[in-house]
């Protein structure tokens, strides 16, 4: 039977994606030997890492004065990294769900991090709009896309201070205006490839301006002047991205795949507003995540969940049972989810309401 994969991280990848990595393993770039064995100090892995930078500027259109990187350590080290690379003394967080309510903890441990407004008393299923960011913080930080909750803040917003934001989950779904942001970090295994890795794109005059000693392998300059081969990069990751870019560049770029997104996910926001046995969690049309789209059953038909969850994995759905912290489901429609896979789930919510 067909499976279709709405798993929320490590995630779906492009059929491209896997057979030009299978290819890779068994002889990468002609040289004989697998991408598992090669020097990153080779000719033909160094070719590969400055091809995935140069499709992250070309996808992206990131303007000059930033830079790309990549890194071990996965998004939440970057939690870390950026107030220890970029506060001296406050920074501003806007508390949208469970990744940035980490990433202030971490925030904490470096100088004032000052929430600005949170969503956590209504289980974070709105992004808050009215707020003030203190003039005098080093930077704003945000989580355009709330995996686990299923909200996302889709437009650029336009601060006073360095705007940083965690797109761990929904990079390359939707054009951004990268002048707008100081930073923007994510781990690979979302949109881009298997886990094993974060990216950092950094506005390079931001960096330098804290008193406090970097070590080495936490300090972004150090990783820009290494090129991202300070130490051993996650080579099979960085090959993994290159194709996965490289098969979003052939289909037409960000907004041609944008236009794809936003079509998987009207026909499931659609279904589960009509369907009597689900109910959405998140309210506003404009919160509503792209990517993770989150339900659960109606009240009267809560008793269903889990004959629900039984009778979608028979039809082949995996990975929609929601996070740990929610229940509920959760479809996660990533860049590499085709259609037919939201066409699958709707039938067998159509279904199974029916039976019901
Ligand atoms: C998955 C996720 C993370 C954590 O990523 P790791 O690579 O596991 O550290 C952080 N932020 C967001 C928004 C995520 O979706």
């Given amino acids: 039977m067909k499976k279709h994969n709405f798993y929320a991280g490590p995630s779906i990848l492009p059929q491209y994606t896997l057979d030009k990595t299978i290819e890779g393993i068994k002889d990468f770039a002609g040289t004989g030997l697998s991408i598992l064995e090669i020097s990153h100090r080779s000719k033909e892995f160094v070719a590969c890492m400055n091809d995935t ?13 930033y830079q790309v990187i990549f890194l071990g350590g996965g998004a939440s080290l970057q939690f870390a990294m950026v107030p220890m690379n970029l506060m001296n003394k406050k920074a501003a967080y806007l508390n949208t769900g ?23 008393e209504k289980m974070f299923n709105y992004i808050p709009k009215n707020y003030t960011i203190p003039a005098d913080a080093e930077y704003f930080h945000i989580t355009t896309n709330n995996t686990i909750y299923g909200t996302e803040l889709k437009k650029d ?36 490839a298997p886990a094993g890795m974060a990216f950092v794109i950094i506005k390079e005059d931001i960096l330098g301006k804290v008193t406090r000693p970097i070590p080495s392998m936490l300090d972004y300059r150090v990783h820009i002047k290494g090129e991202s081969m300070f130490n051993t990069p996650p080579v099979f990751t960085v090959f993994a991205a290159q194709q996965t870019l490289t098969w979003l560049k052939n289909l037409g770029g960000i907004k041609a795949i944008q236009k794809k997104n936003i079509e998987k996910a009207k ?11 689900f109910v959405t969690t998140i ?10 789209i989150c339900f659960v059953m109606a009240p009267a038909y809560k008793d269903l969940e889990k004959p629900f969850a039984d009778f979608a994995r028979s039809k082949g759905m995996l990975g929609i049972e929601g996070h ?7 479809a996660s429609t990533y860049n590499a989810l085709p259609k037919e896979s ?4 709707v039938s067998a919510m159509k279904e199974f309401e029916s039976d019901n």
Avoid: C, H
């Fill in 53 to 65: 930078i140069s499709l992250f500027k070309e996808l992206l259109e990131i303007p000059s004065g």
């Fill in 98 to 120: 469970e990744w940035a309510s980490k990433a202030l903890k971490e925030a904490k441990l470096f100088g004032e991090a000052v929430e600005v407004a949170s969503s956590k």
């Fill in 157 to 192: 917003l336009d601060v006073k201070i360095p705007l940083v934001a965690d797109m761990s989950s929904d990079i390359f779904s939707r054009p951004i205006d990268v002048s707008k942001y100081s930073l923007i970090y994510g781990g690979a295994q979302k949109n881009l």
């Fill in 267 to 277: 026909i499931l926001y659609d279904e589960i507003d009509r369907n009597k046995l």
């Fill in 283 to 292: 309210n506003d049309p404009e919160d509503r995540s792209l990517m993770n």
């Fill in 324 to 330: 740990r912290l929610t229940g509920g489901f959760r």
């Fill in 342 to 345: 939201v066409e699958a789930l």
